[in-house]
């Protein structure tokens, strides 16, 4: 095992070393485990009232991103905003391998935000992780407003907001681009996996201790989510630069007109 | 948005949807097995002579009695088939996206036609 492989195991291992000690044990690690990696909150994870004022506020920021995705759409969205939600639901299912012998999947909301807009990328992901609740328990009913707030509005508005941040002070080429992609992808996987943490802890059942191993594992978590993310918005911007939100941001060598570049 | 974005969309939706049913009900059923990060770091403490996947299930399976080790979620539906799962999802993904832009456009969208989507 390469020496840097084992130094991050060593990391994840400490933590949940300290998590043991603090007497928590199987059932938890299962419903742990679950959320750690899928990130998908489970019903009976969250309390009464945490569920109560996450759906309270998840309904609003949804009601809040349809009255400002009205402005931002055009007639052309709607195979567009489809499609990506198809996308983003496909990619989940795909669990992948990642450092150290585990394994996780994309979330995408940073990559829909980046894509689509922050309002509109909201909108798209909180779609999926609605038939994924409803259609498939992939996530509970009760935590569905948690993990739109997390996985949804942080990570696709968060993720938006933060990649022009980083592109305000970059220079408009390729690698800049796809580079402020890769870093917002990572940063909203971590943020939201804290949040993911305060849900848990403070309206559910988990100790502190959720919260060095949702971030250590995320941390790894996040170079996927990078990657794939990264992959995506690369494809689309030598095929369609045009369809991408950002268009000011786009690289100076692909003009927003859809010039053929493939 | 610059005039030729009236180009169309349609082969870029369409190639878009092929490769989304393609992941979902092809390469999702290669989905990996191997434990996820948390798992692991259970393998790491415990079961730290488990070389494989198999090994480290089986030497949890007999420190908790209880199987932990499932990387998927529960299959869905009540589907055995994944690639069931992968396509009902795909299809009612694309369905409801498609449909709340569509509804949005149709209840008084303030930009019709050719205003831009870039904020």
Redesign the interface.
């Known amino acids: 095992m390469p020496g840097k492989r084992k130094g991050k195991r060593r990391v994840v291992r400490a933590r949940f070393e300290v998590w043991l000690a603090e007497g928590f044990v199987h059932e938890e690690i299962a419903v742990l485990r679950q959320v750690a990696v899928l990130m998908h909150i489970p019903d009976g994870l969250i309390g009464f009232a945490m569920a109560v004022v996450t759906w309270v506020v998840a309904i609003g920021a949804i009601a809040y991103a349809l009255k400002r995705s009205r402005v931002e759409l055009d007639d052309r969205s709607i195979p567009i905003v489809g499609l990506i939600a198809a996308f983003v639901f496909a990619a989940q299912m795909v669990t992948i391998p990642v450092a150290g012998g585990t394994s996780a999947h994309l979330l995408g909301g940073a990559m829909a935000g980046i894509m689509l807009g922050p309002w509109v990328g909201m909108l798209v992901v909180s779609v999926v992780y609605m038939v994924q609740a409803i259609g498939f328990a992939d996530g509970g009913i009760t935590a569905l407003g948690a993990n739109i707030l997390a996985m949804g509005v942080l990570a696709a508005v968060g993720g938006y907001y933060l990649f022009r941040a980083v592109t305000a002070f970059l220079p408009r080429t390729r690698w800049a681009y796809l580079g402020a992609v890769a870093v917002a992808s990572w940063v909203t996987i971590v943020v939201a996996a804290v949040l993911v943490a305060v849900f848990i802890v403070f309206g559910g059942p988990l100790p502190l201790a959720a919260f060095p191993i949702m971030i250590g594992v995320h941390m790894l978590v996040g170079i996927l989510e990078a990657t794939i993310s990264t992959s995506v918005v690369a494809a689309v911007l030598a095929t369609r630069p045009d369809l991408l939100a950002n268009g000011d941001r786009l690289p100076a060598s692909e003009p927003a007109d859809g010039r053929e570049v493939a | ?5 009236s ?1 169309s ?2 082969p ?2 369409l190639a ?2 092929v ?3 393609f ?2 009900v092809i ?2 059923n ?13 393998i ?2 415990s079961c730290q002579g488990a070389a494989t996947a198999e090994e480290a299930e089986e030497c949890l399976a007999e420190q ?1 009695g ?1 199987p ?1 080790l499932q ?7 009540g589907y055995e088939a ?1 690639w069931l ?2 396509l ?15 509804l ?2 149709r209840t ?12």
Do not use: K, Y
């Open positions: 948005m610059t005039s030729s974005s180009r969309v349609v870029f939706v878009g949807l490769v989304s049913l992941i979902a390469v999702s290669f989905a990996a097995e191997s434990p996820d990060a948390l798992q692991r770091a259970v790491d403490s908790e209880d932990v990387v998927q979620p529960e299959p869905l539906f994944t799962s992968g009902v999802g795909v299809i009612a993904c694309f369905a409801l996206g498609a449909g709340i832009v569509l949005l456009h008084g969208g303030a930009s019709s036609g050719t205003s831009g989507r870039v904020r």
